[in-house]
T-cell receptor, first 115, second 114 residues
Framework: GENVEQHPSTLSVQEGDSAVIKCTYSDSASNYFPWYKQELGKRPQLIIDIRSNVGEKKDQRIAVTLNKTAKHFSLHITETQPEDSAVYFCAASHGSGGGADGLTFGKGTHLIIQP | DGGITQSPKYLFRKEGQNVTLSCEQNLNHDAMYWYRQDPGQGLRLIYYSQIVNDFQKGDIAEGYSVSREKKESFPLTVTSAQKNPTAFYLC?????????????FGSGTQLSVL
């Protein structure tokens, strides 16, 4: 089955700096890659996603890039703010016909924004 | 915020006891899911359901059971066969399973063993 590796497990950056979280996947058939953010004590929420026919997607201060050849994708957060502090999960979809049943999650990255 | 509601927020299980976690959604979503979250382990799929009266095992179904008698409800029972039940349990829903749809999560239930 699919295996998703996520690095680093903890990332501390100064407020205003950029943060990058990287994930690799094993199944070349995976074609959907969402990122979820889980603030302390709250539910995970989708923040951005990308499909395999696109190399990059941006939404204000966050962006995701995908390298299908190398089977890795990354989350980029620019101009970090205190409210960016959270655990971020990447995922890859490998299910037959796609679908959330085929989502495999990474183990998460705890992003800490230092004032 | 509404949408998908889990209860209780905290639950304690005694040795040999079955416990049931509740999950209700009012989003009119066809698909519902149960995930287990352990520290440093990410989210692992226990069971999912595409439609009423149908459900499928996920990656770690052993020791768990589910039912889907109503579209809105997808309760999870942690049986005595689950030897390491202490974890944070998240219920989620999506419009369907067959598309890569956004998952909407509940606020979770923390289960601990007494």
């Amino acid at each position: 089955g699919e295996n998703v590796e996520q690095h680093p497990s903890t990332l501390s950056v100064q407020e205003g700096d950029s943060a990058v979280i990287k994930c690799t996947y094993s199944d070349s058939a995976s074609n959907y890659f969402p990122w979820y953010k889980q603030e302390l004590g709250k539910r995970p929420q989708l923040i951005i996603d990308i499909r395999s026919n696109v190399g990059e997607k941006k939404d204000q201060r966050i962006a995701v890039t995908l390298n299908k050849t190398a089977k890795h994708f990354s989350l980029h957060i620019t101009e970090t703010q205190p409210e960016d502090s959270a655990v971020y999960f990447c995922a890859a979809s490998h299910g037959s016909g796609g679908g959330a049943d085929g989502l495999t999650f990474g183990k998460g990255t705890h992003l800490i924004i230092q004032p | 915020d509404g949408g998908i509601t889990q209860s209780p927020k905290y639950l304690f299980r005694k040795e040999g006891q079955n416990v049931t976690l509740s999950c209700e959604q009012n989003l009119n979503h066809d698909a519902m899911y149960w995930y287990r979250q352990d520290p440093g382990q990410g989210l692992r799929l226990i069971y999912y359901s595409q439609i009423v009266n149908d459900f499928q095992k996920g990656d770690i179904a052993e020791g768990y059971s589910v039912s889907r008698e109503k579209k809105e409800s997808f309760p999870l029972t942690v049986t005595s066969a689950q030897k390491n039940p202490t974890a944070f349990y998240l219920c989620a829903s999506s419009i369907s399973v067959t598309l890569e749809e956004k998952l909407f999560f509940g606020s979770g239930t923390q289960l601990s063993v007494l």
